[in-house]
Every structure is written in C-alpha cells, then in structure tokens.
C-alpha cells in the first residue's frame, strides 16, 4: 500500500474496520512521525510490535475497543511522546498492571486524560478508574507464585538428588528386572531354549577355587554349559544388564557363597535376582553352594540369604571335603532336576536349618 511513500510522515484513518489490520502495512513507513487510528474498531494495539515504527511520536487509538494495553509495545515505540487511549473498553485486572505503572512513572510520554480512562471488565470494577487499580495485589500474587514455583523446583531438586544418591541404583535394578521378566516370558512362550545350563555366581576372592576345582568337573566331565562373569560377560554392556542376561539366559544359578560373597554388593544384587525369579516363576532355579562353614548368627543381617537358607537344603563344600566325588554328583542331580519347586531335596549334603 505504501511502496511508493516511503518519505510519508503522517497517517490518518478514522472511522474504519481495522480489526484485522495486518502490521506488514507499515514496513514500507518506516520514517512515520504520526499516527491516527482512532474509531477503527482495533481490539488490540499488539500488531505495533511487528510495525517497526520506531520513529513514531503521536500515536491516537481513542474511541477503540482495546481491553488490555500490553507494555511491551510501548516498549517497541522509543519515540512515543504523545498517546491518546480514550475510550477503550479496558480491563481492570492484572493484565493492565505494566500499563498502569508505566502510566504513572515515565516522564517522555503524555498519555492524555489517563486519570479519566474507565474500566469496562471485569463487571464489579466497571465505572471505576483504571488508574485507581490496586496492581499491588498483582505482585503479590506474582511473588507468591514464584515463591510456591521456587519452592517446588528446590524440594524437586532435593527429592531428584536423594533418588538419585540413594535410590538410583535400586530404580536400575528395578528397571532391568523388569526388562528380564519381560523377555524372559516372551522366550518361555516361544520355546526358546537357554543359552546356559548355569550362571555361577561368585565373588573374586573365590575365583581360584572355581576355576580349579568346580570348571574341571562341571565343564570338563560332566559336560554342562557354564556362565562366568569374567569369560562370558559382553564387554561394554553395563554389568547390571549382564548379570540379568545371564541369569535369565541360565536354567538355574548357581550361588558359591562364602564370607566375601555376603560383603559384596553386586553378589548380593544377584542374589536377589536370582531370588526372584525363584519366587516370581516357582521354579528350581537356584542352587546354593557354600565354601565355609557359616554359623546361622552370621547370615542375620542378611535377610534374604537366611530366609532361602532356612527354606532350602544346600551343599556345603567343608562337609563334602572327604567324598568331593559325592559333592559334584550331588551338584551334578541339582543341575539334572526338573524346574518343580521342592523345598527339601535329599540329594544335596547340607542340612536345610540354620
């Protein structure tokens, strides 16, 4: 529209349907000084901010149905000296508040006849003027929302650190069981074999006994696929989704318990693994393989390794130290037995009381 009056300094358009007025008009106007778009039944002034007009001195919006006078435009009229908004249907709320503040301190503009602009929303306010607002309830309200807001996000960050501190670790667990409860059923209904007989779970410290006496037997004679950690775990792969691997890739666990065993943490996260999946499929899962003579006071504080003590038979390899060719015949029918739960099995040595 005004392509060709780049150089215009001064617009006026009066009583005409502007309320859908599009801001890319004015670009070409860049230099415009003044501006009357009163009785132009304008119900917002907000298509300004994308004008450009910072040349803009008189700007007249009287006799307009604008309801709320949003302060970042004036913000984007650096120049504005004179403003008329007389008789516009405002809104004595919160909205209104940058205005009203604005109204009351800047010393560049004149906004005529402020002190007679009425407000017309919210009904109990109409005929009041809108200079009159309390807008100190607005920042009231404003603090007392950031505060709740602030409140949130530090008790947020707090309870997010204490999960993270504390629980995190058990949240992963937790995931990952889920993870191999999952699949595992998904593979029992399609029929899939495992990959081991056994995953043998055992701490370091007793790594020389189980490659020296249980690998030559249970391998090398008797011919069962084993699961090791330091052989068959895949490097790179987080060590929690290894050990549910294995132990839901084996038909059963076997646990070489002894003193270092119960003190470390990651054996007795696959313990308690190995556990439930005992008590989720109800099935004879899980072996139990002492190195030492324990005495029951010793497995107090760890709760679960008593309560599976108290309810199953296990081996014990001090007892089987004069007949070890009884021992591994012994693990040998543990490994052969079907998955039916049993809670006492007369092939294992060791007494199931503690």
Same mark, same amino acid.
Request: with cysteine; net charge neutral.
């Given at each position: ?49 994308? #004008? ?193 691997? #294995? ?108």
């Amino acid at each position: 529209m005004f392509e060709f009056n780049t150089q215009l300094k001064s617009l006026l358009f009066q009583e005409t349907d502007l309320s859908n007025l599009n801001p890319e008009v004015f670009r070409p106007i860049q230099k415009l000084q003044t501006l009357d778009l009163s009785k132009s039944k304008l119900r917002s002034w907000d298509f300004l901010l994308r #004008a450009n007009l910072s040349a803009l001195r008189y700007l007249n919006l009287s006799h307009n149905d604008l309801a709320v006078i949003t302060e970042a435009v004036l913000h984007s009229l650096p120049s504005l000296t004179y403003l008329d908004l007389s008789n516009n249907s405002f809104t004595c709320e919160c909205s209104n508040a940058g205005f009203i503040r604005w109204a009351k301190n800047n010393k560049q503009t004149q906004v005529v006849n402020a002190h007679q602009y009425k407000c017309s929303f919210p009904v109990e306010k109409q005929g009041s003027f809108l200079l009159d607002f309390n807008i100190q309830s607005c920042w009231d309200q404003d603090n007392f929302f950031y505060f709740i807001s602030s409140t949130c996000l530090v008790i947020l960050t707090l309870l997010t650190s204490f999960i993270y501190h504390f629980l995190g670790w058990q949240l992963v667990y937790t995931f990952h069981l889920f993870l191999a409860h999952f699949y595992d059923s998904k593979k029992r209904i399609k029929g899939v074999p495992h990959q081991f007989d056994a995953f043998v779970s055992y701490n370091v410290h007793d790594e020389d006994w189980v490659y020296r006496e249980m690998l030559p037997v249970l391998e090398g004679e008797q011919g069962w696929r084993l699961c090791l950690h330091h052989r068959d775990f895949q490097p790179g792969k987080p060590i929690i989704e290894n050990i549910t691997d #294995a132990i839901y890739g084996s038909r059963k666990t076997i646990c070489v318990i002894s003193r270092h065993y119960l003190q470390s943490e990651w054996c007795s996260r696959e313990i308690q693994m190995a556990s439930f999946r005992l008590f989720d499929e109800q099935k004879d899962v899980l072996i139990l393989l002492f190195l030492e003579e324990i005495p029951a006071r010793h497995l107090s504080p760890y709760y679960r390794m008593r309560k599976l003590v108290k309810k199953r038979t296990y081996l014990s390899w001090p007892q089987a130290a004069q007949h070890p060719g009884v021992f591994w015949q012994n693990v040998q029918r543990a490994l052969q037995t079907g998955h039916e739960l049993t809670e006492n099995m007369d092939l294992l040595t060791g007494p199931g009381e503690c």
